[in-house]
């Protein structure tokens, strides 16, 4: 039931962003409208999942997990009828909201189900393998369909699986709370809720206008006040969705400040290039699925080597080394054109999904086991909380990146194929109007193919930027984690009042922390503390 959970909270990743060209086209959506369709299904997901773990230790995990299941067939169900691009949004939002719920009560349910932390290492074994399944799988989904039938059915999966899913939880689950008292941080919630979703906005609606526009300062300032705010509130509550004591551990801020910068800079990455192989390439989305498959196979192919590496080395000397060859990878994609092969993309995408696959795994892990056990779950749902906030910044900064890169390098290649005069001032204004998709629209005759080919070029010289950014942003993550991740200092074994482990809540928070490596004990033993704890993954 987990590994059916996860499936379907990852499902849409993927399947969605590779398929954005095809609704942009069926809807006609603009490049801003685009990074809302990636950034509605992630922005529930940041802002909600500390609190879904909450309402699984007050109100009970299959509850929660039966809603997450619910939601997820619900927003799926409204983007599957979608007639505008506001719909998909609306969907993706309940299918987001659907996996803040899944992803904290899958690991739950494992962690109550098996209690032994060795035994359980299996099952969340099989649980990862369901995760990268559901990114490797989405985008050949989404391209067979798309290739023999209306683009919306690509919605369709989630639903019978959903439905499935929650017939049988019905009767196979048993209901479990959390055995220490927890109250619900509606002040915690609701200032979180709106500091991301503020900035989110003001980030998209600055680079597509201007980041001097009215309403984008204002929900700038909105962001800014709600950080502020949602900080007092946790500093003051008496059950705190996040326990603010935590990042006095350099290991858990190390791994929490690395993971959103790495996600900042991949997720934006992946929303560039699918519009690159639609916009640019004019791949099926079935093609473009094979290419990005590239990326997310490899952690699957060299899970086991990875787990061995995971058991003889330390996560600061994996995270570091993972995330520079990944910076590797990208610096490596900057030199790709408009013609670019297969063959010629493919080893630079492997290479990167190789960097990630030995990093990722041990970031979290890392997170859990620099705090104290009772605080496991905590430190791991923050830590995918900040991750999803990473998430929904990459499209919007590197979206607007490549539009503002491209609209400026436009003009210099429409005169470098011949179009000046009033043709080329027709063709930029309708770009400044409606942004990059307008040329595909307009009736150029015989200068539409010096105009398409103007605007790829165009195109391409905004991704080498975003690649850029994003090898920039790997690299801080690795730098931050070869700073911060540092060994734990060996501390004496003395039991105090009120310590779960032996050692002083000082020692417990203080301490960087050798971190668990991923794939090996460590890497089970962060599940194990929080299934008896918090049950938050």
């Given amino acids: 039931m987990a590994c059916i959970g996860v499936f379907v909270a990852y499902f849409p990743v993927t399947t969605v962003s590779v398929s954005l060209p095809v609704i942009q086209n069926a809807l006609g959506a603009s490049t801003s409208d685009l990074s809302w369709v990636s950034d509605a299904f992630v922005l529930p997901v940041a802002a909600l999942i500390l609190t879904a773990g909450v309402f699984g230790d007050v109100h009970g995990r299959k509850k929660v997990f039966q809603a997450g299941l619910a939601l997820c067939a619900a927003g799926a169900a409204v983007s599957l009828c979608a007639q505008s691009i506001t719909m998909i949004w609306i969907g993706q939002a309940l299918s987001g909201a659907g996996a803040a719920a899944l992803l904290p009560m899958t690991l739950a349910l494992i962690s109550h189900v098996v209690p032994d932390h060795r035994e359980r290492g299996k099952f969340i074994g099989l649980w990862t393998t369901f995760l990268m399944g559901a990114l490797a799988v989405g985008p050949l989904i989404a391209g067979t369909i798309t290739a023999h039938a209306e683009w919306r059915w690509i919605f369709l999966l989630p639903i019978p699986l959903s439905l499935a899913a929650m017939a049988a939880g019905a009767r ?77 551990s350099p290991a858990f801020t190390g791994s929490t400040l690395v993971v959103m910068i790495s996600f900042l800079g991949l997720i934006g990455f992946f929303f560039v290039l699918s519009l690159y192989f639609g916009m640019v390439q004019q791949l099926t989305t079935l093609e473009a699925g094979l290419r990005l498959l590239m990326v997310t196979i490899m952690p699957i192919l060299l899970g086991a080597v990875f787990g061995r590496l995971a ?164 690299l801080c993550g690795a730098i931050v984690a070869a700073v911060t991740l540092r060994p734990r200092r060996p501390a004496p074994s003395v039991p105090t009042a009120g310590s779960a482990t032996g050692t002083t809540a000082g020692n417990a928070y203080g301490d960087a922390g050798r971190a668990p490596a991923a794939g090996g004990e460590a890497h089970e033993s962060a599940p194990a503390a929080s299934g008896t704890r918090s049950d938050r993954a």
């Fill in 172 to 248: 196979l689950l048993d209901d479990s709370r959390s055995p220490y008292p927890r109250k619900l941080d509606w002040p915690g919630q609701i200032t979180a809720a709106v500091a991301i979703t503020a900035l989110v906005y003001g980030v998209i609606e600055g680079g597509a206008s201007s980041f001097t526009e009215p309403q984008v300062l204002v929900a700038l300032a909105l962001a800014v006040i709600g950080g502020i705010v949602f900080v007092l509130a946790e500093r003051r509550s008496e059950s705190p969705m996040l326990d603010l004591r935590i990042f006095r």
């Fill in 311 to 474: 058991q003889r080395l330390s996560a600061r000397l994996l995270i570091t080394a993972g995330l520079f060859i990944a910076t590797a990878a990208l610096c490596t994609l900057t030199t790709i054109g408009i013609d670019t092969s297969f063959a010629s993309l493919g080893w630079r995408l492997a290479l990167l999904g190789i960097g990630l696959g030995i990093a990722f795994p041990c970031i979290t892990a890392t997170a859990v086991g620099s705090v104290p056990p009772h605080q496991a779950g905590m430190a791991a749902a923050g830590n995918n909380a900040f991750r999803q906030v990473g998430a929904a910044l990459g499209p919007a900064i590197l979206g607007a990146l490549l539009t503002t890169k491209a609209v400026g390098a436009l003009p210099g290649h429409l005169t470098d194929q011949g179009l000046t005069g009033a043709t080329g001032e027709r063709i930029t204004q309708a770009v400044d109007r409606g942004g990059l998709e307008a040329v595909a629209g307009m009736p150029l005759g015989a200068d539409a193919g010096r105009a398409l080919h103007a605007l790829s070029l165009s195109f391409v010289d905004g991704l080498h930027l975003c690649l850029v950014v994003s090898a920039v942003l790997m």
